[in-house]
């Protein structure tokens, strides 16, 4: 049985690369963690995107409005779709050197573009002790796709892309990107407690598969 979406390790150093590792794209059929409209209200509560009396809020809207849910749900996966095309395309990573379609990632552009300027036409200027903030999510059954849409505008404005790695499929890696903040920039892993050594423990076996006397 799959994780929940709650269950899933939290890799990628912010909210917008989490959110792009809540669909397996490995194998053969696709796993979606964000299963239901609950599902993604839990999981923006837990990566901190929404504050729990927000959850109340959207949880109320999206019960006297089923369609809002299903269209704040379609909104995010759109915004993961588009984000993961466009962070895939900012990769330099030798792994990754043909997964990034600079075509896919222009339209995906476009289209990220346009869920934020929604979210942003329903954001509000708010003077908080001496300075302005932008505040987006003032409309309950949007506030979980616009804070979405400001995160990945975040990542993609704010964050170093050199940054942005993928763990490495070609070597046995998840695929799940994150933000590699460590001092020289060497993360390869998602987790070495995971991906990296599930794959080291896999090339001992080969060794010394490769190393045993043949019987033939
Ligand atoms: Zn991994």
């Given at each position: 049985m799959p994780l929940d979406v709650c269950q899933l390790?939290?890799?990628?150093?912010?909210p917008a690369l989490d959110l792009v590792n809540?669909?397996?794209?490995?194998?053969?059929s696709p796993h979606d963690f964000l299963t239901d409209s609950s599902a993604l209200l839990r999981w923006s509560a837990r990566v901190g995107v929404v504050t729990d009396a927000e959850v109340d809020q959207v949880g109320r809207a999206w019960r006297d409005e089923p369609a809002a849910a299903h269209a704040g749900l379609a909104a995010v996966r759109d915004i993961r779709e588009g984000l993961h095309l466009v962070l895939l395309a900012a990769i330099t990573d030798a792994d990754c050197g043909t997964a990034g379609d600079p075509i896919a990632a222009g339209a995906a552009l476009v289209a990220l573009h346009q869920r934020w300027s929604g979210a942003a036409v329903r954001a509000r200027f708010v003077l908080d002790s001496s300075q302005v903030r932008m505040v987006y999510g003032t409309v309950p059954a949007m506030l979980v796709p616009d804070r979405i849409a400001e995160a990945a505008l975040d990542v993609m404005l704010t964050a170093d892309l050199t940054r942005v790695r993928r763990c490495p499929v070609l070597e046995g890696g998840c695929g799940w990107l994150f933000l590699d903040q460590s001092r020289n920039g060497?993360?390869?892993?998602?987790?070495m407690a995971d991906c990296g050594n599930a794959v080291k423990a896999r090339r001992l076996t080969e060794r010394r598969r490769a190393a045993r006397p043949t019987n033939s």
């Amino acid at each position: 049985m799959p994780l929940d979406v709650c269950q899933l390790p939290l890799v990628g150093g912010h909210p917008a690369l989490d959110l792009v590792n809540t669909l397996e794209r490995g194998g053969e059929s696709p796993h979606d963690f964000l299963t239901d409209s609950s599902a993604l209200l839990r999981w923006s509560a837990r990566v901190g995107v929404v504050t729990d009396a927000e959850v109340d809020q959207v949880g109320r809207a999206w019960r006297d409005e089923p369609a809002a849910a299903h269209a704040g749900l379609a909104a995010v996966r759109d915004i993961r779709e588009g984000l993961h095309l466009v962070l895939l395309a900012a990769i330099t990573d030798a792994d990754c050197g043909t997964a990034g379609d600079p075509i896919a990632a222009g339209a995906a552009l476009v289209a990220l573009h346009q869920r934020w300027s929604g979210a942003a036409v329903r954001a509000r200027f708010v003077l908080d002790s001496s300075q302005v903030r932008m505040v987006y999510g003032t409309v309950p059954a949007m506030l979980v796709p616009d804070r979405i849409a400001e995160a990945a505008l975040d990542v993609m404005l704010t964050a170093d892309l050199t940054r942005v790695r993928r763990c490495p499929v070609l070597e046995g890696g998840c695929g799940w990107l994150f933000l590699d903040q460590s001092r020289n920039g060497s993360r390869r892993w998602c987790r070495m407690a995971d991906c990296g050594n599930a794959v080291k423990a896999r090339r001992l076996t080969e060794r010394r598969r490769a190393a045993r006397p043949t019987n033939s």
